[in-house]
Nanobody
């Protein structure tokens, strides 16, 4: 059974940083490209960063240069470092495959506010 467990969110002031973690189980993690997604209230869930099996990364323009995605295949973990946070980054953040996603986890709330 696939499990995706996100953690590390919280309340942070503009300009602050957070590191999100995603623990995975139930599938061969190293076989898949992974992504971080976010969903703000009233909006659809969109991918913000992806990392290929080999480690190459891609970002949407709005987070490029501020967010960094990484993975640890031995630990079956994927991470998202969030720097220079802005109020518009406020959302629930999820991890999943970069396509044909598994059932979604509970996500982790990131709130950027002064």
């Amino acid at each position: 059974q696939v499990q995706l467990v996100e953690s590390g969110g919280g309340l942070v002031q503009p300009g602050g940083s957070l590191r999100l973690s995603c623990a995975t189980s139930g599938f061969t993690f190293s076989d898949y490209a992974m992504g971080w997604y976010r969903q703000a209230p009233g909006k659809q869930r969109d991918m913000v960063a992806s990392i290929a099996k080999g480690g190459s990364t891609d970002y949407v323009a709005s987070v490029k240069g501020r967010f960094t995605i990484s993975r640890d295949n031995a630990k079956k973990m994927v991470y998202l470092q969030l720097n220079s946070l802005k109020p518009e980054d406020t959302a629930v953040y999820y991890c999943n495959k970069d396509s044909f996603p598994f059932t979604w986890g509970q996500g982790t709330q990131v709130t950027v506010s002064s």
